[in-house]
Nanobody, 122 residues
Framework: QVQLVESGGGLVQAGGSLRLSCAAS????????WGWFRQAPGKEREFVAA????????LYADSVKGRFTISRDNAKNTVYLQMNTLKPEDTAVYYC???????????????WGQGTQVTVSS
């Protein structure tokens, strides 16, 4: 059983920052790759960022590269997404996911959190 709980979402003005957290209840946290995805109303769920078990390999969507940073703290069983220079188009529900590899496909991730809302105003 794997349980993921996201937190840190909220309302922020364009240009502001937020840090999302994903707390995982797992026995082998270090063995998973972790990803962040987002879904806006009426749109498909899209890849945002991913990180491997050691934190040494990361992958970012072009739309967030240079603005967002994914990291993990294995001792705390927590994955983070630092979001800077937020734009209105970043508004979405953000989901944390666990899988076997650092990839962009949602189908490669086995476990998902409930999501946290991020709203960026103009």
């Amino acid at each position: 059983q794997v349980q993921l709980v996201e937190s840190g979402g909220g309302l922020v003005q364009a240009g502001g920052s937020l840090r999302l957290s994903c707390a995982a209840s797992v026995r082998t946290f270090n063995s998973y790759a972790w990803g962040w995805f987002r879904q806006a109303p009426g749109k498909e769920r899209e890849f945002v960022a991913a990180i491997n078990w050691s934190g040494g390999r990361t992958l970012y969507a072009d739309s967030v590269k240079g603005r967002f940073t994914i990291s993990r703290d294995n001792a705390k069983n927590t994955v983070y997404l630092q979001m800077n220079t937020l734009k209105p188009e970043d508004t979405a529900v953000y989901y944390c996911a666990a899988g076997s590899a650092v990839v962009v496909s949602t189908m490669s991730y086995t476990y998902w959190g409930q999501g946290t809302q991020v709203t960026v105003s103009s």
